[in-house]
């Protein structure tokens, strides 16, 4: 019964708390830069404005083109709801592991893909080709730090890693660093953040995931939008639970054991976004066809971070 | 007698698609009785799936008067019965409106039956001699519906490529079952099961399979026949040398290297698990550059095969290992990835035939905007799509989430090969997961999405009500294979039983629609309940929308940044979309080289872009070894043109050569 109720808050939660992580970012950023920026909340007031606003779509658009917002959110709200950021006890929890979760993303960013591509204009395309170089490096990259998490703890399932870490299992390991290091540049990758994409400007030359959504408006784009705030929450706190789960309740804690869950969340989350801030404002873009070099970098790490396992059983 | 009924009548289809071939109305009728016929040997294939019972067999007084026939059908026949079947349903059903559409159709409708025939007697096969002769005979029936349109250019070089190609298989298969069946003679299937091979003959049977089989699934370096031949024949054969005929070569190699050799170590499983990663990897970097649609689709069928074999090669280390749940585990997931691709990629070459008789054409640069003007066969084809690019729910999804399972557990086996082995197989294998969603991307992006960009695709009318169905039925098969996950595992887990000697059961802490491999708490997934869930969330998302905010909408002009094109040539094009790939893969792979020439200012010539590839299997394998023969033979054509002297001098220097053989034998 716990797990329902503990599901169902969750399922809101990262609805509700996305953009205010996405808002906080941009805030941190604003203030880093000397400028005062929008209040953390204004995303939601974007979010309300975009619903009251007409959608207007192209003549020459398909079903594709109206369905995909919702696709997109329906399947990054999914892949969220499975992810445990204050607890592991939840019903979803054993639907889907890590891989699926992989997966999960990849339907968003399929529909999203395809959506860019079908009113027909050079910018979909353009942004539509770029995302797809990126994911085609970042998914196996992350699914490589699955694999070393998985030979690590025997599983999987986040709720079973976080369990394994938590039961005070794994010393420091240096696969755990190489993994971290190859999520966290999975994480840039895949939300469009500077080094790899720039998500505060329209109308660059190197846009990827702006291009794609350059036609959406009114509640489509709001959907869109929200799909990319609950996107970035949800990498936020698969960092903090993996690698960092202290705190989350695991199942038999009771009510306290999941308000500290609660309040240790919150601190995790808001401190990544903030140093998330702090590394977009020290560091510049980097040209398109780096990318390849970048993720390769990641698949590559994650490659070494199951291969450092054996070497260090070994010595 | 149902099934044999079934067989009975195919040759009769073909001989009556001979006779009558003329008549329009012959056509339809012999497509619709090779669909009657599939559909009964696909409830054959369901009776015997299952059955703990000894399966039937039947001797049969066929071929040389010292040899009999010998057919039974196990639970791996009836699985493989089943795919083979399914596709050939849907194809035939696709074929009766595909067909009125070929100017060729009468150099196809009667090899068609034949080709069933052949390959659902491959299948039945208890003994080699059945078995090879059904193999070569289901070669040669598709390589005639291959150069059925011979006034191409290119389809005879298909044609050529793969005659040569299926000779080689066959080659390598006849000295397989030779030394399995030893100097006694006995071909049957049950005397090779008991055979001890030896160290060397085990060697070599292993090796000369892998090879045999291998070149007709499409093994990286021995796909090159593949993609040209593939493509060539009409659609709807296409499908099924494709989805089906590379299934039956999967067939062969499990049989032979799971049950007949049945000694093979570990090292040849890590050894398959290795070519089926590079497979892989090749084969969907080649789809992921193609600009014809059915070349894109063929090499996606390369792919496709390069990770069911690693599911397969994982079974055999497992099993040469002595993991034996492991051993299951893989070959279902294998398994599982064979019958779901043999859905999908039916689907899709059906879609592509579906696309090329609206439209004429296959290649992706004249395409564009089909979904609007076919949405059936759009709709059909993005399931399809969305399935090969295993995409959860779909059934694409599952087989893969099981061969990682699988892979991450490979580490654990004793060896340091595997230990390093497996992450790199897995790293493989995610990336062309990964270049297998954006290969489909473009190809539906570019097909069915965008403006048309050719007057053909802009009048393109939907197909007929027969292929609309057929491509409707599989798209929903996807659909089911992917959310009913344990009731597959639990059809398969009959089929690997014997093969492994454990079946494959999911952990039962957690019940139906959970598929949880090894135990409940080493990961689990749920295509049911991810699908139930993710709907509710999507039905939430809209009725949230649409209460909060306005429902207006308006068509409009694109906006595109405020300076929006008229031309439909401005879109992205299927090469625009495949440059950032082909930089970043390209380059070094397949010598990847752009040449922009820009005229001098003043000139009025157009500027020209070039791209220039090499294929480094043509370029480095095969072109050698051609060059190879032809130097070897204009070399031994000499001998041509010897004295009585010399020729006498020959037979001396063989005499001699062959006694030195004789005596070192007797020596050792």
């Known amino acids: ?315 | 007698m149902l099934i044999a009924s079934a067989l009975l009548s195919l040759p009769l289809l073909a001989l009556f698609a001979v006779l009558a071939g003329r008549r329009e109305v012959t056509h339809s009728i012999v497509y619709a009785g090779c669909f009657v016929a599939s559909v009964a040997l696909f409830g054959g294939g369901l009776t015997y799936l299952g059955g703990h019972s000894a399966s039937p067999s039947w001797i049969l007084p066929l071929g040389l008067p010292w040899l009999k026939a010998h057919f039974s059908i196990d639970n791996l026949s009836a699985l493989f019965l089943l795919m083979i079947n399914l596709g050939a349903a849907a194809a035939s059903v696709f074929a009766i409106g595909y067909s009125q559409h070929l100017p060729q159709r009468r150099r196809v409708t009667p090899f068609f039956p034949l080709f069933l025939l052949a390959m659902n007697l491959v299948l039945m096969a208890d003994d080699a001699f059945v078995f090879l002769v059904s193999w070569e005979f289901m070669s040669l029936s598709s390589w005639l519906m291959v150069v059925s349109d011979h006034t191409d250019e290119e389809n005879r070089k298909a044609g050529n490529v793969y005659l040569i190609m299926a000779a080689f298989g066959t080659f390598c298969l006849l000295p397989a079952f030779g030394l399995m069946a030893g100097p006694g003679g006995d071909f049957t299937f049950a005397a090779m099961r008991i055979k001890d091979l030896g160290l060397m003959g085990g060697f070599m049977v292993a090796l000369l399979t892998i090879l045999g089989a291998g070149s007709k699934a499409g093994l990286v370096p021995l796909h090159a026949w593949l993609p040209l031949a593939h493509p060539a024949a009409p659609s709807h054969v296409s499908a099924l040398m494709s989805g089906v005929m590379t299934k039956v070569a999967l067939y062969g190699m499990i049989r032979v290297l799971l049950d007949l050799h049945g000694q093979l170590s570990w090292h040849w499983g890590a050894g398959l698990m290795m070519v089926g990663g590079i497979t892989a990897v090749m084969g969907v970097l080649y789809a992921v550059l193609q600009d014809d649609l059915k070349k894109l689709l063929a090499y996606s069928t390369v792919e496709n095969i390069g990770i069911a074999v690693i599911g397969l090669g994982l079974a055999i280390a497992f099993k040469g290992d002595g993991q034996v749940e492991l051993a299951a585990l893989a070959l279902v997931a294998s398994l599982y990835h064979m019958v779901n691709h043999s859905v999908f990629k039916t689907l899709l070459f059906l879609g592509a035939g579906a696309v090329i008789s609206a439209t004429g054409h296959r290649s992706l640069t004249v395409l564009g905007g089909l979904l609007k003007r076919m949405p059936w066969t759009g709709t059909a084809f993005l399931v399809g799509a969305a399935a090969i690019s295993a995409l959860p729910p779909l059934n694409g999804f599952v087989s893969e989430w099981l061969i990682l399972q699988s892979l991450f557990k490979g580490p654990g086996m004793p060896h340091w090969a595997m230990k390093f082995g497996v992450p790199v197989v897995a790293a493989f294998l995610a990336l062309a997961a990964a270049l297998a969603a954006t290969c489909f991307v473009r190809a539906y992006g570019i097909t069915f999405l965008g403006r048309p960009r050719s007057a053909d695709a802009a009048e393109a009318e939907d197909v007929s009500f027969g292929m609309r169905w057929s491509m409707a039925g599989l798209a929903v098969l996807c659909v089911v294979l992917g959310v009913i996950p344990v009731t597959v595992t639990d059809a398969l887990s009959h089929v690997v039983r014997p093969l492994t000697g454990v079946g494959f059961a999911v952990s039962a802490d957690l019940g139906w629609p959970w598929l949880s491999p090894v135990s409940a708490t080493r990961g689990a997934y749920s295509g049911t309940i991810l699908m139930m869930f993710g709907l509710s969330l999507f039905a939430i998302a809209i009725f949230v929308v649409h209460r909060l905010g306005t429902q207006a909408l308006r068509r409009a002009d694109p906006w595109d940044c405020g300076h929006p094109e008229d031309i439909p040539q401005t879109q992205y094009t299927s090469q625009s979309f495949a440059q950032p790939l082909r930089r970043a893969f390209g380059h070094t792979i397949f010598q990847a080289r752009e040449k922009v020439v820009m005229p001098e200012p003043g000139d009025m010539a157009p500027a020209t872009h070039k791209v220039s590839m090499i294929d480094p299997v043509w370029s480095g394998l095969y072109l050698p070894l051609v060059r190879g023969i032809d130097w070897i033979a204009d070399h031994v054509n000499r001998l041509q043109y010897l004295t009585v002297r010399g020729y006498l001098l020959m037979m001396f220097l063989t005499l001699v050569f062959m006694l030195l053989v004789v005596a070192v034998r007797q020596q050792l």
Request: aromatic share 8%; glycine share 8%.
């Open chain 1, 1 to 315: 019964m716990n797990a329902m109720l503990w599901q169902l808050v969750q399922i809101v939660l990262v609805v509700a708390l996305a953009p205010l992580v996405t808002g906080y970012v941009r805030w941190a950023k604003a203030r880093l830069n000397g400028r005062r920026g929008p209040a953390p909340i204004q995303p939601y007031r974007d979010l309300y404005r975009l619903l009251q606003k007409e959608a207007i779509v192209a003549h020459s658009a398909s079903w594709i083109f109206r369905a995909a917002p919702y696709v997109t959110f329906a399947s990054v709200w999914l892949a969220a709801c499975i992810v445990p950021t204050f607890t592991t006890n939840m019903v979803l929890a054993p639907a889907a592991d890590l891989i699926a979760l992989v997966a999960l993303l990849a339907v968003g960013r399929f529909w999203t893909a395809l959506a860019g591509m079908d009113v027909g204009t050079s910018f979909g395309g353009l942004g539509a080709s770029r995302e797809m170089l990126i994911a085609s490096l970042a998914e196996p990259a992350m699914l490589m730090v699955t694999f070393s998490l998985s030979l690590l703890s025997g599983t999987t399932a986040p709720a079973q890693i976080v369990a394994f870490i938590l039961a005070g299992n794994v010393g420091v390991e240096v696969s755990l660093g190489l993994a971290l290091a190859a999520l966290v540049m999975v994480a840039l990758a895949e939300n469009g953040r500077i080094p790899i994409d720039n998500p505060a400007t329209h109308l660059e030359l190197t846009m990827v995931h702006e291009a794609m959504v350059l036609e959406y408006s009114g509640r489509h784009l709001a959907m869109i939008e929200a799909a990319a705030m609950i996107r970035l929450t949800l990498y936020i706190a698969l960092i903090a639970t993996l690698f960092a789960p202290w705190g989350i309740a695991q199942p038999g804690a009771g009510a306290a054991g999941v308000v500290i869950g609660m309040v240790a969340f919150l601190l995790k989350t808001f401190s990544l976004a903030t140093t998330l801030a702090l590394f977009e404002t020290s560091i510049a873009k980097m040209r398109v066809f780096r990318y390849a070099d970048f993720l390769g970098g990641a698949l590559l790490l994650g490659l070494l971070a199951t291969i450092f396992l054996y070497v260090s059983e070994a010595v």
